[in-house]
């Protein structure tokens, strides 16, 4: 009877959320040739423990040395006013003070990194099973779209203070506030660039992070090896066996 019920309860929910009746037949197949049908709470538990282990690798990983710096994926790049006067920069002999800056941004960024943990883990746990349905169901990336969605907000208002801070310490405001002063006392400058680096590094520090959840992401999806716990095993083998 309880594993009756647990199949009239996929079945309920695929068709909530707008699954074929090919997309049913499959997945209740995969679940009736399994050990014991997926429960509602498997399946909620499964993805949060995906999503967890994809937001701690990504946030672990952009927050080591280098981590935002020799990522060619996530580095950030020179503010896109500085990028197009770059070649006049270096030609005016301000190359060094120019590295210095890009090095230094990324730095930051890597130290900010360290907060995103957290605020992931939060939106985590507030996950509802027809998120968790929607999901696993979902593109590659679904899980990193939901934490766009329930975290961009609140990340980008708890990191700014971070992203300056980090910036302060590594020494980024104050060599981006040099190079931006000498370019604009120049006599020739007609457009003067921006000192203010918080809102731009804070962003691209954000969409790193999103970067790295969903290649995360992808590869728990793909690659069974990545699947460290048998629950997640459980879960998505189901989802391989309905796409099949």
């Not at 909530?16 to 090919?22: D, E, I, K, L, S």
């Not at 538990?45 to 996530?74: M, Q, R």
């Not at 950030?76 to 002999?93: F, K, Y």
């Not at 027809?130 to 899980?143: E, H, V």
Request: with cysteine.
């Amino acid at each position: 009877m309880k594993r009756l019920s647990n199949i009239l309860f996929a079945l309920f929910v695929f068709t909530m959320v707008g699954c074929t009746t090919a997309d049913v037949n499959k997945f209740l197949a995969a679940a009736s040739e399994s050990s014991a049908a997926l429960t509602e709470s498997e399946v909620g538990n499964g993805l949060k423990e995906a999503l967890i282990k994809g937001v701690t690798e990504g946030a672990n990983l952009a927050s080591t040395e280098d981590g935002f710096f020799k990522n060619d994926l996530i580095r950030i790049a020179l503010p896109e006013d500085v990028q197009r006067v770059e070649s006049t920069l270096r030609n005016i002999g301000l190359g060094s003070e120019v590295d210095k800056v890009i090095m230094t941004i990324n730095r930051g960024a890597e130290s900010a990194a360290k907060e995103a943990k957290p605020i992931f883990i939060a939106a985590i746990k507030q996950m509802t099973i027809t998120d968790a349905w929607n999901i696993l169901k979902g593109q590659d990336d679904a899980a990193t779209q939901y934490l766009q969605r329930t975290t961009t907000e609140k990340l980008t208002a708890l990191f700014q203070p971070h992203v300056q801070e980090s910036l302060d310490q590594v020494g980024a405001t104050k060599y981006y506030g040099d190079l931006v002063g000498r370019y604009n006392s120049f006599p020739t400058t007609s457009k003067k660039l921006d000192p203010d680096l918080n809102a731009y590094v804070t962003q691209m520090a954000i969409n790193g992070l999103f970067q790295l959840v969903a290649q995360e992401e992808k590869a728990i999806r793909e690659n069974p090896a990545e699947r460290t716990t048998a629950l997640l095993k459980r879960v998505f083998s189901a989802q391989d066996s309905a796409g099949e």
